[in-house]
């Protein structure tokens, strides 16, 4: 059930009414029911695979959270009896027992995304590896369907799991809670990636009708809807005719396609987690904020820290800081400041676990080449900033650029122009084409097209070239206001003719101005498919 | 302490690490920094920081993590 469609508003309206209009104590039985016949609507197999990874991950997590407090009540009564090397030892003992829980419902978990998700990638591979060396018994591919959303639902379970093996969470005791927390439909399909400490904060708690809060989680949603259907939708068409034929679109197109591209990418991707959040937010539930303005940032860097954040911030937490901080990691820094010296000694680690997460990252996106490729292109680029930072060091200590409007405005459009290379490998069929693409913007000189009515072909007239570029200014203009403070309490402050005038003529352009027309295709969200 | 301040002041010459009480939270400090102090730390103190220590709240200041740094030496 694609958020875009009038299935999705009649189910979402349906439950709202229903929400609000019965006792509080059912919000949460409805949740969850609405939750399992959204799934159930992808196709009635897959809610195997989601009910799977929460029964095994709340089973998983009671135990490790019954060890941890046994562990704890006993030590507490046998206290003084214990020498501190007894304690040290008891407590490593019982760790040990949560760490196997932990290992094998990982194992578990983890092993079905990998087997769903990439086992014909792996055969692909292979098969092209005895192709190359002139083999022949090719292994046959498996007919895998993905359960929709497993890539989100596994991590989201996956950070659970951590936080109670670490502690930071106490267990969920109550399975059904925990199977809301994992299936929350909102966020099902295309993240947030949330934390149960975050998320569980609101998910379960009941909720009045909070007239400010639903008004608020509407206005989001009709937001995140103008950009989706208004603009991703519109602009796609563009997007699908430069990528799907390299070698008609070449040089200005392809540099066309990648700008048209990471403008779709957006307002794809933040339209759909508008929807997201604002309906949560409707329903009186805080999901944490996905985006801050990435496309401000002024390094790779920071746009990483804007963009994603959940799955960034995920791969940070329980990738990077555990590889980076192991007890071999430590020993390998050791052996490398000693042999290496300090200056190596102390980068390799760093280095080594970044491209252990950027290669999961880029593999997490997809089963793909180029999806790796991707992530490995973004760690090249952020190590290689990281060795440059003493030569810009030395570059702003000479020149007195750093903070000067045009200099900001320089370093927004470098990263802006960046990210947009680096995107248009999620596009193209094969790495081969990607590549073709990008080098062509340097060797064909056909600049011309973009001025001589060509740009008209591409599946755009006028009139859409017109809605993208209004639409464009909005999204740029609404960015720009939100630095100073919430943009809908700023309209909120307004008489009400003129935030009916607003909010009324945003919805009549999402419903006169949005991509449908004859044979119109109800896009999925790019973040769909991962 | 002064060994913990002399280890941040060679990462960031430029912070007042006295002062600052927002270190994580204006991002100051990222993530390869962080993973670097663990690992000086490690080397010049006799503690082991985990994955699981590396919140904010330990972060923020030179204070907080000095603070860490020592209940870690308790617990041995």
């Known amino acids: ?530 | 302490m002064e060994e913990l301040l002399e280890i941040l002041r060679d990462m960031h010459p430029d912070v007042d690490f006295e002062t600052e009480e927002h270190l994580i939270d204006n991002g100051i400090l990222d993530s390869l920094d962080i993973v670097s102090l663990i690992s000086e730390i490690s080397e010049n103190f006799d503690v082991t920081i985990t994955a699981r220590d590396i919140v904010p709240e330990n972060f923020n200041s030179a204070q907080a993590l000095y603070d860490l740094v020592r209940r870690l030496e308790d617990e041995g």
């Open chain 1, 1 to 530: 059930m694609l958020f875009t469609s009038y299935g999705f508003l009649g189910f979402t309206a349906a439950l709202f009414l229903l929400y609000y209009l019965l006792p509080k104590r059912c919000q949460q039985p409805l949740l969850l029911g609405a939750s399992c016949l959204f799934y159930l609507a992808a196709g009635p197999g897959y809610i195997l695979y989601i009910l799977t990874t929460a029964l095994t991950v709340w089973f998983a997590g009671v135990r490790m959270g019954k060890n941890a407090v046994e562990a704890s009540a006993w030590l507490k009564e046998h206290k003084e009896e214990l020498s501190r090397e007894e304690r040290k030892a008891y407590k490593e003992g019982r760790k040990r027992v949560r760490r196997r829980w932990l290992a094998g419902c990982l194992l578990l978990n983890l092993g079905i995304l990998a087997v769903v998700k990439y086992l014909n990638f792996i055969i692909a591979n292979w098969n092209a590896v005895l192709t190359a060396a002139g083999r022949t018994g090719q292994l046959s591919f498996f007919a895998l369907a993905l359960p929709l959303g497993i890539s989100f639902y596994t991590f989201q379970a996956v950070g659970y799991l951590v936080d109670v093996y670490r502690g930071t969470v106490e267990a969920e005791k109550s399975p059904l809670r925990f199977l809301l927390f994992i299936s929350f439909f909102p966020q099902l399909i295309q993240g947030p990636i949330s934390r149960y400490g975050d998320l569980g904060k609101t998910l379960y708690a009941p909720h009045g009708f909070d007239a400010k809060q639903v008004s608020f989680g509407l206005q989001r949603m009709l937001w995140g809807y103008f950009k989706k259907l208004v603009l991703a939708d519109r602009i796609l068409a563009a997007v699908m005719t430069v990528v799907g034929d390299v070698g008609t679109y070449q040089g200005a197109y392809a540099a066309v396609g990648m700008l048209f591209y990471t403008v779709q990418l957006y307002a794809d991707f933040t339209g759909g987690i508008d929807v997201t959040i604002g309906l949560a937010q409707a329903l009186g539930i805080t999901v944490k904020e996905n985006f801050v303005r990435p496309y401000f940032s002024k390094s790779l860097k920071e746009y990483w820290r804007r963009w994603h954040i959940s799955m960034c911030s995920w791969f940070r937490d329980y990738l990077f800081y555990p590889i980076s901080t192991s007890g071999a990691m430590q020993r390998f820094t050791k052996f490398t400041r000693k042999r290496l010296g300090d200056k190596i000694g102390r980068r390799l680690p760093v280095y080594l676990s970044s491209f252990v997460v950027w290669f999961s990252t880029g593999l997490w996106h997809g089963a793909s080449w180029n999806f790796i490729v991707w992530g490995l292109l973004n760690y090249a680029v952020l190590m290689l900033s990281e060795e440059l930072e003493p030569l810009y060091e030395r570059f702003h200590k000479r020149f007195a650029v750093k903070g000067k409007l045009w200099y900001r405005l320089f370093q927004v459009g470098r990263t802006f122009l960046l990210v947009c290379v680096l995107n248009i490998f999620d596009c193209y069929a094969t790495l081969g084409e990607t590549v073709r693409a990008i080098g062509s913007v340097f060797t064909v000189r056909n600049w011309s097209v973009l001025w001589d009515g060509s740009l008209l072909k591409l599946g755009l007239t006028g009139l859409d070239y017109g809605i993208l570029a209004g639409g464009c200014a909005l999204m740029l203009g609404v960015s720009l206001v939100q630095r100073g403070g919430s943009v809908r309490e700023r309209i909120h402050e307004k008489p009400y003719w003129a935030r009916f005038v607003l909010w009324y003529g945003l919805f009549l352009a999402v419903l006169l101005m949005g991509a449908y027309g004859v044979g119109y295709d109800q896009s999925q969200f790019i973040y769909n498919r991962f």
